[in-house]
């Protein structure tokens, strides 16, 4: 597994990085382009988050990237491999950009919640699900993001949280949380705490 952290050179006129920065469809178009080719044994699991304000790409990979392959779009990439260990009840702050939605008529649908309590209600079952428990969660902003491959809401959590479940909590690392993770959600970034 790796990690990277792209930064993106936007001084120069590159007319796909900026639709690709406000469109996620493209994005994960452009970040597939630094994997292998389905021919090559494709891309395995990638998960990325893009941060607004900095304009930079941080990717959870089951391959290792070329970043190189994006030309000129690329200011600088850091590419390193990414083997965490954790254990149980260790503290950690997190952030990360979800999709919460619950499935409606019979599972085939997907609907967004957009009532704060049931925001938070929906990440407190993930992380349930995924082997830590919340404490202290925040919402740090939410929108909507229409690409043609449909409409997705994404609301940015923060906070702290405790590990209960070491091996579901790494599965969660590794492979991201709820849906919409080609689009951007997903990728739980955790940090010690000072």
């Given at each position: 597994?790796?990690?990277?952290?792209?930064?993106?050179?936007?001084?120069?006129?590159?007319?796909?990085?900026?639709?690709?920065?406000?469109?996620?469809?493209?994005?994960?178009?452009?970040?597939?382009?630094?994997?292998?080719?389905?021919?090559d044994?494709?891309?395995?699991?990638?998960?990325?988050?893009?941060?607004?304000?900095?304009?930079?790409?941080?990717?959870?990979?089951?391959?290792?990237?070329?970043?190189?392959?994006?030309g000129?779009?690329v200011?600088?990439?850091?590419?390193?491999?990414?083997d965490?260990v954790?254990?149980?009840?260790?503290?950690?702050?997190?952030?990360i950009r979800?999709?919460?939605?619950?499935?409606?008529?019979?599972?085939?649908?997907?609907?967004?919640?957009?009532n704060?309590d049931?925001?938070?209600?929906?990440l407190?079952?993930?992380?349930?699900?995924?082997?830590?428990?919340?404490?202290?969660?925040?919402?740090n902003?939410?929108?909507m993001?229409?690409?043609?491959?449909?409409t997705?809401?994404f609301?940015d959590?923060?906070?702290?949280?405790?590990?209960?479940?070491?091996e579901?909590?790494?599965?969660?690392?590794?492979?991201?949380?709820?849906?919409?993770?080609?689009?951007?959600?997903?990728?739980?970034?955790?940090?010690?705490?000072?």
């Open positions: 597994m790796y990690i990277s952290k792209v930064e993106f050179d936007i001084t120069k006129r590159n007319m796909h990085l900026f639709m690709a920065i406000s469109d996620t469809y493209r994005m994960h178009k452009l970040i597939s382009k630094a994997f292998p080719d389905k021919k044994g494709g891309c395995g699991k990638i998960l990325h988050r893009l941060e607004d304000r900095t304009i930079t790409l941080f990717v959870v990979s089951e391959k290792k990237p070329d970043w190189t392959k994006l000129y779009a200011k600088d990439a850091q590419c390193k491999e990414f965490p954790f254990r149980q009840g260790e503290v950690l702050k997190f952030k979800a999709n919460p939605v619950i499935r409606s008529n019979g599972g085939r649908k997907r609907e967004g919640l957009f704060v049931e925001q938070i209600n929906w407190m079952r993930q992380a349930k699900r995924c082997g830590f428990e919340i404490e202290a969660p925040r919402i902003s939410s929108r993001n229409k690409t043609k491959k449909g997705h809401l609301v959590f923060m906070g702290f949280l405790k590990i209960i479940d070491v579901k909590f790494t599965k969660a690392i590794r492979e991201g949380i709820g849906s919409a993770k080609p689009f951007g959600a997903g990728l739980l970034c955790v940090s010690k705490v000072a």
